[in-house]
């Protein structure tokens, strides 16, 4: 398949792991932002292959685990109201809040479907004009310029039943929250693909130039992860920090103007409350106020309820890289992906669900 | 009465129970025993040991490329049964309808069970219809179950597997889960996605005779896919498995689903596929065996059994490394980003 069995070929990628053992000359700790990578990484065996004194730390870019507790309870306690129908995307489901999950409102009756992309959730408002549409908004730059489209879509089509809960997020600040945390020691930062995209490589720079961390800017495949890693390791080895960018193929420096100028238009900067790592000041995107008819917070009048974090759960630290699954006392004992105490094991792009699913020894 | 929806008469045992018999259950999956319309069919004395398994059918939606809730209640019972080494004998079939159901709905799918039990040589020997009120069902479920025969001499177990066994997988994985996950998202695909439902038990009649005592195990990896399977044969056994990823037969366009919804093929629902473990030395002749019938054109050769550590599935990636592939835990979800 184009541009994806270029990237995952094993007569390329062999010679890419010799090349990764030399370019390690002393011991570094690399930060992967995005919940993606940890996937890729694991899928593609890289831990096991990686080079003595290459420390591989997860972030905090899995946006159904770095949802707070208290949204999740939001989230539930919408889906519970009568009128509303809850479009969310499939990772949400099995979430836990303080009590119970969307997967539970569903089993008594709440309306909760799950779609594909946010344009499903207007034709969902289309076909069932008795229900209020909530689409919750869960996620990174990635998602947040389709789910801008699908309002100026519900705008022009004058679809009035269609709203969006948005708790949607956004890159740079939590990675300097977690950057200006003294506990965090890390050389380097591989970067997200998928968000690059949108906000563009040069979105790093100022953390180069901040906190002097190598960053390179990453795709998903084989090749890809490879090649980044060799990247990161060369300039720790050689002392440098600067921004590479190794997923040109959908990736550049600017990034992606036209996408920005819409999310503008329907978005506006907001405090927003993260799993495990409290509010951070502009780290979240609310609807403006020109828009306000297609705000769920705004026409549902929601306030977040005070939430308590699961006992015992470590989310919070593995999500800030400080801690790993396996020292969590709950980590496949009472929390599996199949009973969930933690968002980072019920995402499929979460932290412990990875190390579930692939770590094990 | 509206003739062309299904009523709660239809259901009742009484005159509009007899017409649904008359007009689409004899009419399409007519045979001897069925005709005689009584309370139970005989089967005549067998040799050999009985084979006895029952599966239900709730599949949204009831058609698709590929087949319909139909065709997969009698491929998925008839591949039950062969994954044992049995022979299948016979079929029930017990409908359970949702009032207001389109009544040509019914009779394609009617039709399409008649044309599987035909294909397949099972015919369906006892069945039974109930109609719930409307809301109360969704359509149609469907459960089949079936009676198979296993010859003296022939043992199939995924507890027979042995350290050293080759797995072979009858064909391209995550055909039939793929299809229904994107009917159901309602997303088209260039290329075509179709489910691969189909029964294979002439495929394991002719390893069964051709390789006696060569095939250790059958597994048809339906729900939790090949990976599910693979870590129950594993469990069973109390051996490991090896894959090889580069091995693992998929369709692109499958693959580039899977891709965009972030599923992976190892978890998806096959229901015209089998592993089958075999000795190492009868392998290239089960291969070609499959390789020479229309189930098994696209079978490959993906793993072995090792004496690791029990219950574990390993694949290997092609940069050389490794990782362990779990059963499948709750629904496939497809992921934000």
Known sequence: MKYLDEFRDSALARPLVAELQKAVTRPLRVMEICGSHTMAIFRNGLRSILPEGYTLISGPGCPVCVTSASHMDAFIAMADRPGVRVAIFGDLFRVPGTDGSLANASSRGAKVDIVYSPMDALDLAVRHPEDLIVFLGVGFETTTPGIAATILAAKNRNVTNFTVFSTQKVMPPPLIALLDDPGLKIDGLLCPGHVSSIIGAGAYQPLVDKYHLACVVAGFETTDLLNSLILLARQVGRGEAKVENTYKRAVNWEGNLRAARMVDEIFEPADMEWRGLGVIPGSGLAIRSGYADFDAVVRLGITLPAAREAKGCRCGEILKGMSIPTECPLFNTRCTPGTPIGPCMVSSEGTCAAYHKYGRD | ?337
Not at chain 2, 72 to 88: E, K, Q, S
Not at chain 2, 162 to 180: C, F, K, N, P, Y
């Open chain 2, 1 to 337: 009465m509206s003739e062309n929806k299904i009523l709660l008469d239809h259901g009742s045992g009484g005159l509009a129970s007899q017409e649904l018999i008359s007009s689409l259950f004899l009419k399409y999956l007519d045979n001897p025993i069925l005709r005689s319309l009584e309370d139970s069919a005989i089967i005549e004395n067998q040799q050999g040991r009985l084979a006895f398994t029952t599966d239900s059918y709730v599949v949204d939606p009831i058609f698709f490329p590929g087949g319909d809730i139909g065709k997969l209640a009698v491929h998925g019972t008839i591949n039950d049964l062969a994954m044992r080494g049995a022979r299948p004998l016979c079929l029930s079939l017990a409908l359970i309808l949702e009032e207001g159901m389109d009544m040509a709905d019914l009779e394609k799918i009617i039709i399409s069970i008649g044309e599987a039990c035909r294909a397949s040589g099972v015919p369906i020997v006892a069945g039974d219809t109930k109609v719930v009120p409307k809301g109360k069902g969704d359509k149609i479920f469907i459960n089949t179950s079936g009676i198979g025969i296993v010859s003296d001499g022939i043992d199939i177990s995924s507890k027979n597997a042995r350290a050293g066994d080759v797995v072979i997988l009858s064909g391209t994985m995550g055909d039939h889960g793929i299809t229904i996950m994107t009917r159901r998202a309602g997303i088209s695909m260039q290329g075509r996605l179709e489910s691969d439902t189909m029964p294979l038990h002439t495929l394991v009649q002719r390893l069964l005779t051709e390789i006696p005592g060569g095939i250790h195990t059958l597994r048809d990896p339906t729900r939790g896919g090949v990976a599910t399977s693979l870590n129950e044969i594993a469990a069973n056994s109390g051996l490991a498995i090896t894959m090889d990823d580069q091995a693992l037969p998929v369709r692109p366009e499958v693959r580039a689903a899977c891709e965009i919804l972030g599923l992976e093929p190892l978890y998806l629902a096959n229901e015209g596929k089998c592993l089958a473990v075999v000795s190492p030395e009868l392998a290239q002749r089960a291969l070609a065996i499959m390789h020479s019938t229309p189930e098994g054109r696209e079978a490959a050769i993906i793993g072995r059994l090792t004496a690791g550590k029990p219950g574990r599935v390993v694949i290997n990636t092609p940069v050389g490394g490794s990782r362990v592939v779990t059963p499948l835990h709750g629904e496939p979800l497809p992921r934000i980003c």
